[in-house]
């Protein structure tokens, strides 16, 4: 079974900054499977990422996606107030068949 | 504009039923896949299990025992069904449209507390 970890657990910046934000899955998996979610507070988690790569529809360009294999990466390019959320990486396992979730990164002023 | 609305009960007693409905309007649940995510709160996001309107299903490994998602295509809902609640099921549902291998479209949830 798939684990997925994220990190860091909490990462302090400042508007404008430049945000790098991790997901480590326990072994390989299809970049096609994994996604990036932005949660505020209060809020539904909304989809950012798709695909490792793909932006989902209405999302800034200022985010974006990268990796492969275990290692993928959500970089936020200048940070604007409404960014500072939690982010989740999401990941399809096939066997079992389950979808994942890391165990999320806050993103603190 | 697809939009997802969870109804149901805001408190459920030790090991009775948990049971929600999500209502769909903008999109036709014959087009794709519908799922129930959870979070505990202050905790992290747990995929519960999704339903396809041929009426077929996957389940979280870990409640499968416990759950049953079904369909109604003709009011554009779909439902949970967790019997035997315990204090650790405590936490806000979210239905979500699957698509690919992500959740595109969400409800804003619905908190649910089992307490006696």
């Known amino acids: 079974e798939i684990v997925l970890t994220q990190s860091p657990g909490t990462l302090s910046l400042s508007p404008g900054d430049r945000a790098t934000l991790s997901c480590r899955a326990s072994?390989?998996?299809?970049?096609?499977?994994l996604a990036w979610y932005q949660q505020r507070p209060g809020q539904a988690p909304r989809l950012l990422i798709y695909g490792a790569s793909n932006r989902a529809t209405g999302i800034p360009d200022r985010f974006s996606g990268s990796g492969s294999g275990t290692d993928f990466t959500l970089t936020i390019s200048r940070l604007e107030p409404e960014d500072f959320a939690v982010y989740y990486c999401?990941?399809?396992?096939?066997?079992?068949?389950?979808?994942?979730f890391g165990q999320g990164t806050k993103l603190d002023i | 504009q697809v939009h997802l609305q969870e109804s149901g009960p805001g408190l459920v007693k030790p090991s009775e039923t948990l049971s929600l409905t999500c209502s769909v309007s903008?999109?036709?649940?014959?087009?794709?896949?519908w799922s129930w995510v959870r979070q505990p709160p202050g905790k992290g996001l747990e995929w519960i299990g999704y339903?396809?309107?041929?009426?077929?299903?996957s389940y979280n490994p870990s409640l499968k025992s416990r759950l049953t998602l079904s369909i109604d295509m003709s009011n554009n809902q779909f439902s949970l069904r967790l019997t035997s609640v315990t204090s650790a099921d405590t936490a806000r549902y979210y239905c979500?449209?699957?698509?690919?291998?992500?959740?595109?479209?969400w409800g804003q949830g619905i908190l649910v507390a089992v307490s006696s």
């Open positions: 072994q390989t998996v299809s970049s096609s499977y």
């Open positions: 999401q990941q399809y396992d096939t066997s079992p068949p389950k979808y994942i």
């Open positions: 903008g999109d036709s649940l014959r087009n794709d896949y």
């Open positions: 339903i396809y309107h041929s009426g077929t299903t």
């Open positions: 979500a449209r699957l698509v690919r291998y992500d959740f595109d479209q």
